[in-house]
């Protein structure tokens, strides 16, 4: 297999392709590399166990230090025991209000009992469906491993974990806990929150880069469970940061055989599906393309064809089949298999696709050429990819401009928000010109975006319910507490949000960048081989005549030879070819 030719700044960007693992597991691009678009459980409430601290914290405050002394529950005073009934009776607002008075030591209740009303305060707060408000209150515990409810607080961050969005972080918390704490749920009754929480767990884990721990946790959400195929997807990913390829190819295997088995729970089994698949062809391809000591490439045969397999089983359907079909571009490239590479990317750029984003794909093209030394076209492809991106390039450095320096997370978020207003209604609140508005709504659409603005509208709307309570609850110390936690979730999600929406975008703005130098710099390559001052390795990684046959299009048994009159047809979509010679004079 011949070595094809192109500067480590371009193989570099091949050799990392599957390296970062929540790329993997999300819409689009790769981490680096060749750039894609680059249950309720039980309602058991468990009742005394376990330890405590002293003092409690408003929700959404930073706990006081637990001082390792395990409390003691004592007689109830009567306001306590008032309470008790209340909140046994399920009269929840009632309830809320008496209790909170216990917890926070106004009716002389000893530490012990103001620790089960804290905990019984967070149960009917979630009752009332203030989610919020009432996971600010477990998180509290969670954080003191000898309160008396730390074990049984578990359960309902479970609980939570199905009520409120990723980013509210519940992983974190249920991160406060040990593999022994979580086995205590390993029993037929509570299988499916054993299941769970491993899967919580795990996440946690991997978060921390322990991946091998993340992998035994993973291991031990069981097929049966709704969360087995977001642990087959983190399994692999994991694997992969190992650099373990063959596991975790097993993984993403697991998730098509257990879809196609009708496992129940899985949502959009078809999107799932080709992810696997995709997951797969990213995992092979890094482990296809390895530099030897002189950073040149060295081609696994096998694993480039297994690569190339699977980005084919990705349905022409698809979110993903554009990517699939550009990342392939790349293997065909690696594979010096230029007529596939070149008729990967005409596809890419059919009148069907007008919002496609894949200017990775000219530089790949010019280089293709280059390494024909049909230097003539190389220039023109260069020429105008400039023409056309240089200008896209300039604008969405101004609107980024628009938001330079410190604190400008939250004008970021109101910019996501009228984006995608924008795109769902079709305004133009955003003032982006024509040239660059999809692309930037392209940017700003990732899940976990979508992820973090589904959460800041939970905590709008759970607002939304605290402003109809009765006076007396919203005037209350406890209504001003569960005020508080929810604005101060929200500050904190509108921040997170408004970063994670200004990192995409910069990302974005970056690759582009970096894809103009990466143009600029072929037109040097360029320059020196029409002066025969390349040197000796890349002259020689060049195509010479015999080699180039390899990329002509002929018919064969299987297919018939229809040449491209400027129409494209959905159907001839991912079969188109493109013959190219070389010129080079070797």
């Given amino acids: 297999m ?27 691009k790769p981490a680096a590399g060749p750039k894609g678009r680059g249950g309720q459980q039980q309602s058991v409430e468990l009742d005394d166990a376990p330890a405590p601290k002293k003092g409690a914290a408003k929700p959404g405050k930073k706990p006081a230090a637990d001082d390792g002394q395990a409390a003691m529950a004592g007689q109830m005073t009567e306001q306590a025991a008032q309470a008790k009934r209340l909140f046994d009776g399920e009269k929840w607002e009632d309830a809320a209000l008496a209790l909170d008075h216990v917890r926070k030591g106004e009716t002389g209740d000893d530490e012990g009992n103001k620790q089960l009303a804290q905990f019984h305060l967070a149960i009917a707060l979630y009752r009332l469906k203030y989610y919020q408000a009432a996971y600010a209150i477990f998180s509290e515990i969670a954080d003191k491993p000898n309160h008396l409810k730390f074990n049984d607080t578990l359960l309902w961050l479970s609980k939570l974990a199905t009520d409120l969005p990723e980013p509210a972080d519940i992983v974190e918390r249920v991160g406060k806990y040990n593999n022994d704490q979580i086995a205590k749920f390993n029993n037929p009754n509570q299988r499916d929150l054993f299941w769970q929480l491993n899967y919580l767990l795990g996440r946690y884990k991997y978060r921390n880069r322990q991946y091998d721990d993340a992998l035994a946790l993973f291991g031990k959400v069981d097929r049966k469970s709704k969360y087995f195929v977001q642990g087959e997807f983190f399994s692999g990913i994991s694997n992969v940061q190992l650099r373990k390829s063959v596991p975790a190819v097993k993984s993403f295997q697991d998730i098509v055989t257990a879809i196609d088995d009708g496992l129940e729970g899985v949502e959009d089994e078809s999107r799932l599906r080709d992810l696997a698949y995709l997951s797969m062809a990213r995992t092979y391809y890094s482990a296809s393309v390895r530099l030897d000591e002189n950073n040149a490439p060295t081609i696994d045969e096998q694993k480039l064809s297994a690569a190339v397999k699977y980005w084919n089983k990705v349905d022409t359907a698809s979110e993903y089949w554009l990517d699939a079909l550009f990342e392939e571009s790349w293997a065909y490239f690696m594979a010096g298999d230029y007529s596939h590479a070149l008729g990967n990317i005409h596809t890419i750029q059919a009148p069907y696709f007008p919002n496609s984003y894949y200017p990775e794909a000219e530089i790949l093209r010019a280089v293709i050429y280059f390494a024909n030394c049909q230097y003539d076209d190389a220039t023109t492809i260069v020429a105008q990819f400039q023409k056309k991106y240089q200008p896209i390039y300039d604008d969405m450095s101004k609107v980024l401009a628009r938001f330079k320096g410190d604190n400008q997370e939250e004008p970021f978020f109101k910019f996501l928000k009228q984006v995608r207003d924008d795109q769902a209604k079709g305004t133009t609140t955003a003032n982006l010109k024509s040239d660059i508005k999809p692309i930037v709504e392209l940017a700003l659409s990732d899940r976990q975006l979508l992820r973090n603005l589904e959460y800041v509208k939970v905590l709008d709307d759970e607002a939304g319910r605290f402003k109809k309570a009765k006076a007396s609850f919203q005037e209350s110390t406890l209504g001003s507490d569960v005020k508080d936690a929810l604005q101060l979730a929200r500050d904190l999600a509108v921040r997170n949000a408004g970063q994670l929406a200004r990192d995409r975008y910069q990302r974005n703005v ?53 040449p491209f009159n400027g129409e494209y047809w959905r159907d001839e979509l991912g079969f188109y070819r493109q013959s190219i010679t070389s010129k080079c004079g070797r």
């Avoid at 599957?18 to 597991?25: E, R």
């Avoid at 600029?520 to 020689?540: E, S, V």
């Avoid at 048994?557 to 229809?562: I, K, R, S, T």
């Fill in 510 to 562: 970056d690759e582009l960048n970096e894809n103009l130098r990466n143009g600029a710099k072929i037109l040097i390559d360029i320059t020196a081989a029409q002066r025969n001052q390349l040197d000796a390795a890349m002259a020689g990684a060049q195509v010479t005549a015999s080699e180039s046959k390899a990329n002509l299009v002929k018919p064969d048994e299987e297919h018939v030879l229809w």
């Fill in 2 to 28: 011949r070595k094809p030719v192109a500067r480590i700044f371009l193989l570099a960007t091949a050799l990392t392709f599957a390296t970062s693992g929540a790329a993997l597991a999300q819409k689009g």
